[in-house]
């Protein structure tokens, strides 16, 4: 397979301190019949030309989006690798993909603005555009490419309608892997041209083991208050282990609880509060954004003209947190408004 003429860096964006990124472990936990449709459709080698792999964040859909990869670059879509899609850590297609220089692997994201050092607010067209020289390489006999979109959810305008033609006219033995907190806002053009594969929250249970796992030293009432707030997203619980987590969940929660009749003098304290803490206002509105997905996941199947009010408030958070954190924009007047749009929404149909 031919080589791209240099390889890009790869993003440490969303990296959880202490914890390994997808792209370095196949330990895929709680989404076993995601896996097995997954696998049946690459094994019986009638693997979609895109994958649009939904879910709340932290649940394992970029795990699963480099399984994937992993298997498709080192078998292509045949049987002869295991019925789990599982490649060996030592496998060289392994040893690739964990460094980021595998040439049959592009992965988009975000990445950091050069100049603040901060996550971009958006996955640009330039970015996407990228996916016209990737798939124009030539692949060697029985390679395959490997694109993977993290997260589709980024894409501003432009870089939609860019995928949009990619997905009209796909290439053959590759495949778009598409990783969506909220499928349902994409473009229509671009769902309906994408196999979709939905991933669940995790069981409480299986929260609860891989924290053991990973955070051994953490204490056993600790580990309950993360399975609590973490609405079944493994990477949720993690972030909100780091530092002050625990302490800006309650915070958000908080927020979300007295939304329907706001207090203004505490929410300045609140933002005071979030002020002083380091990546304060990343974090409130990260898990920020956790609550209210946590709230709708709870509601699912009730009121869904109730629950469209909710997801456009979870968007509007975001947008308006990740706008403020790269511009570096004072506390208050983000989390005020933010507590103004949470109150309208309220009104309209509490959860």
């Known amino acids: 397979m031919a080589r791209r003429a240099k390889t890009e860096e790869v993003s440490e964006t ?4 202490g914890v390994a990124h997808p792209r370095e472990t196949s330990n895929l936990v709680g989404q076993g019949a995601a896996l097995a449709f997954a696998a049946r459709a690459i094994r019986n080698g009638r693997p979609p030309q895109a994958w649009l792999i939904g879910g709340p ?3 394992g859909k970029a795990t699963l989006a480099y399984r994937t990869a992993r298997y498709l670059l080192r078998y292509g879509a045949t049987d002869a690798g295991p019925e789990d899609l599982f490649v060996a850590e030592n496998d060289p297609v392994s040893l690739q993909v964990k460094s980021g220089a595998h040439p049959g692997l592009l992965v988009l994201k975000r990445g950091q603005n050069s100049e603040t050092g901060k996550p971009m607010t958006v996955l640009s067209v330039g970015e996407i555009r990228k996916l016209g020289n990737f798939f124009g390489l030539t692949s060697g006999a029985g390679g395959w490419r490997v694109a993977i979109i993290d997260t589709a959810d980024d894409l501003n305008d432009a870089a939609a309608n860019a995928l949009l033609k990619i997905l009209e006219e796909p290439p053959s033995r590759s495949i778009l892997l598409l990783l969506a907190h909220a499928p349902a806002r994409l473009l229509p053009t671009i769902r309906s041209r994408c196999r979709k594969l939905d991933l669940r929250p995790l069981a409480d249970d299986i929260l609860d083991t891989e924290l053991t796992r990973l955070l051994p ?3 056993a009432a600790d580990r309950a208050a993360l399975v609590k707030l973490a609405g079944g997203s493994l990477g949720a619980a993690l972030r909100l282990a780091r530092g002050n987590g625990l302490e800006i969940a309650a915070l958000a ?3 979300l ?3 329907i009749a706001p207090d203004h003098a505490a929410m300045s304290d609140l933002a005071e509060k979030v002020a002083r803490l380091d990546d304060g206002l990343e974090s409130f509105g990260e898990f920020l954004a956790q609550a209210i997905a946590t709230r709708i996941v709870a509601q699912v199947g009730h009121d869904d003209r109730r629950l469209d009010r ?5 968007e509007h958070v ?3 947190f990740g706008r403020s954190v790269a511009l570096h924009l004072e506390p208050r007047q983000t989390i005020l408004s933010t507590a103004r749009a949470a109150a309208r929404t309220a009104h309209a149909g509490p959860l």
């Open 318 to 320: 975001n947008s308006s």
């Open 14 to 17: 969303d990296r959880i301190d």
């Open 253 to 255: 929660d908080k927020l």
């Open 57 to 59: 964040p932290g649940i």
């Open 257 to 259: 609880d007295g939304a």
């Open 310 to 314: 909710w997801v456009a408030l979870w």
């Open 217 to 219: 030293e953490l204490a």
